[in-house]
């Protein structure tokens, strides 16, 4: 039969004891270590996200601007200014091709 005494300590058991508690209290720091850079990190992603979305809208502006600009610009008028002159029938491919499917 085997009788247990819980007043009598050894050592061993009290070195356990605080090797234990010392982890546990590593454990415990670290995990909130660990939170406080999650929390940091999705805070950076929110502002990430937010001056994504402000370059993006001030994309949008300065395109309308631009098109905006152009829209006001004749082209045909422009072009003649410059001296390009229209083709009533343009033939864009001239000549044979390069490779023909009796080369293969």
Do not use: C, W
Request: aromatic share 8%; proline share 2%; hydrophobic share 40%.
């Amino acid at each position: 039969m085997t009788f247990i005494e819980f007043g009598n300590t050894t050592r061993k058991h009290k070195t356990l004891y605080a090797l234990g508690s010392l982890v546990l209290a590593g454990l415990v720091i670290g995990n909130i270590a660990l939170y406080n850079q999650v929390i940091g990190m999705k805070h950076n992603l929110e502002d990430i996200k937010d001056t994504i979305e402000r370059s993006q809208v001030l994309q949008v502006e300065l395109e309308d601007q631009v098109f905006d600009i152009l829209d006001q610009v004749d082209a045909d008028t422009f072009l003649q200014q410059q001296g390009y002159v229209s083709e009533k029938h343009p033939s864009y491919m001239h000549g044979s091709p390069v490779l023909s499917h009796q080369d293969l």
